[in-house]
């Protein structure tokens, strides 16, 4: 199955001086931003990205046209990117451009700290933090499904979102109630990865900020016609393609131990 990377944009203007940016337009990279994204593009060269899919918002649209600067193995151009407004940010409403430190104080944000899927965010544009996980869920697995049926089941695909936003996805990935999802850190220009396969999801990384990321290479394709040769067309396969490696396994190498 394809393996997608969650990537965060790069800091904000509105993240170093503490504002909720939410859908605010014009919110950029800073200085700082622009260098993570730059650091995170070189990471990423050693990678095959096959489709590059973005949050709608500036920020996240800087952080994927700093992806695409960098040639991908053996000097491959990198996709353009698609814009699905699905991965965009979740609607705040009118906690929108205020400081967090104010919001710290409101009656809201310890519901949204401990029992995030109670939480509608107030005025006429919030959302609620259940809504906001349904459609990213959806977005990434609806382009999963395309990148696998376009590129094969080995590709390897980026999707550039926002912090709650892949806390989100990642907490469904890992079955855990969106409750819990406030224990999961997703930093600037971090990498998250999970393999959906027919069973069950697969977190490869969680928070990767600066890791060689060769390892999420795809196989060469001479094991891939191996592999595939030898696949039965069989539920027993379809269970077998999702099965953990007991003893955790070998990495992309195939064993136990």
């Known amino acids: 199955m394809p393996t997608v990377l969650l990537v965060r944009h790069g800091r904000t203007t509105a993240n170093a001086s ?13 200085d700082t931003g622009r260098a993570q994204a730059q650091a995170l593009a070189a990471r990423m060269a050693v990678l095959p990205l ?18 695409v600067a960098v ?10 990117p698609v814009v699905d407004e699905r991965l ?12 967090l430190k104010v919001l710290a104080k409101e009656p809201l944000w310890a519901v949204v700290q401990a029992h995030p899927s109670a939480v509608t ?4 544009e919030g959302e609620s933090m259940l809504t906001m996980q349904h459609r990213a869920v959806e977005a990434v697995r609806a ?4 990148v696998a049926a376009e590129h094969g089941p080995d590709a ?3 999707a550039v979102s926002h912090g709650d936003v892949i806390k989100a996805v990642v907490a469904d990935a890992l079955g855990m109630h969106l409750d819990a999802f406030q224990r999961i850190q997703v930093d600037p220009c971090s990498v998250s990865a999970v393999r959906y396969t027919p069973l069950r999801p697969f977190s490869l990384r969680v928070n990767d900020t600066g890791g060689d990321l060769s390892a999420l290479r795809p196989p060469p394709a001479k094991k891939r016609r191996a592999a ?10 379809l269970a077998a393609a999702s099965d953990a490696a007991v003893g955790g396994g070998a990495g992309n190498d195939d064993g136990n131990g």
């Open 71 to 80: 040639a991908g193995p053996d000097a491959a151009a990198r996709p353009e």
């Open 18 to 30: 503490g504002v909720l940016a939410g859908w605010t337009p014009g919110v950029g990279l800073d």
């Open 228 to 237: 595939r040769k030898g696949t039965r067309t069989t539920a027993a396969a």
């Open 50 to 67: 096959v489709s590059i899919v973005t949050s709608p918002l500036q920020r996240c649209v800087e952080t994927s046209a700093a992806l």
């Open 143 to 146: 382009h999963d499904a395309r």
């Open 121 to 124: 965010f107030p005025g006429p």
């Open 156 to 158: 390897v695909w980026v």
């Open 88 to 99: 965009g940010e979740c609607r705040y409403g009118d906690w929108t451009g205020k400081e």
